[in-house]
């Protein structure tokens, strides 16, 4: 026994990053309804929030959207700009500013039935922080399936999803 705790203090000598979580699973879900007349039906795109991976200074949300609606494609828009509050902690403190990737270099236009995933990158609180409040905008708009969508950020749309006291230590660094 003596042996495996020498072992497990040499690899986190060794391997620092193995000593702390650097990514959490979650499942976070949000469906967007788009009316874009009174007479029209609602256009749905349901989105997931996966998984958050932890960076120096990051949280990377990885985010699925999914088009639900069965005859209209859809562009997607996220609220992101240097100055949006997306997180807030227990310790009043709070952190702007947004990037948003699209995976293997997809664009926002999904298609009938089309799920396209996505990373939202925020600031990473404070260590001492324990909990969290997240806030996001997911948004879409119609679109005809011969058009193509304007760029996926949204800087002044607001937020609709939150997350609020999200319990953030286990992603400290330890």
């Not at 509050?85 to 947004?98: C, K, Q, T």
Request: charged share 25%.
């Amino acid at each position: 026994m003596k042996g495996l705790i020498t072992l497990i203090s040499l690899l986190t000598i060794v391997f620092p990053s193995a000593s702390f979580a650097n990514e959490m699973k979650l499942d976070w879900k949000f469906k967007y309804k788009y009316e874009k007349n009174y007479n029209s039906d609602h256009r749905e795109v349901s989105f997931k929030i996966v998984k958050v991976t932890t960076s120096r200074d990051k949280l990377l949300f990885d985010v699925v959207a999914h088009n639900t609606h069965k005859s209209w494609y859809q562009c997607i828009y996220i609220t992101a700009s240097e100055n949006s509050v997306h997180i807030d902690d227990d310790l009043a403190n709070e952190y702007s500013g947004a990037t948003v990737t699209f995976k293997n270099g997809h664009d926002n236009k999904l298609a009938l039935n089309q799920r396209k995933k996505f990373t939202i990158s925020i600031p990473r609180p404070e260590e001492e922080a324990d909990l969290a409040n997240v806030h996001f905008g997911l948004f879409s708009t119609s679109v005809e399936s011969e058009k193509n969508c304007d760029g996926p950020i949204s800087k002044s749309w607001g937020y609709n999803f939150h997350q609020y006291d999200w319990n953030i230590a286990p992603l400290r660094r330890k």
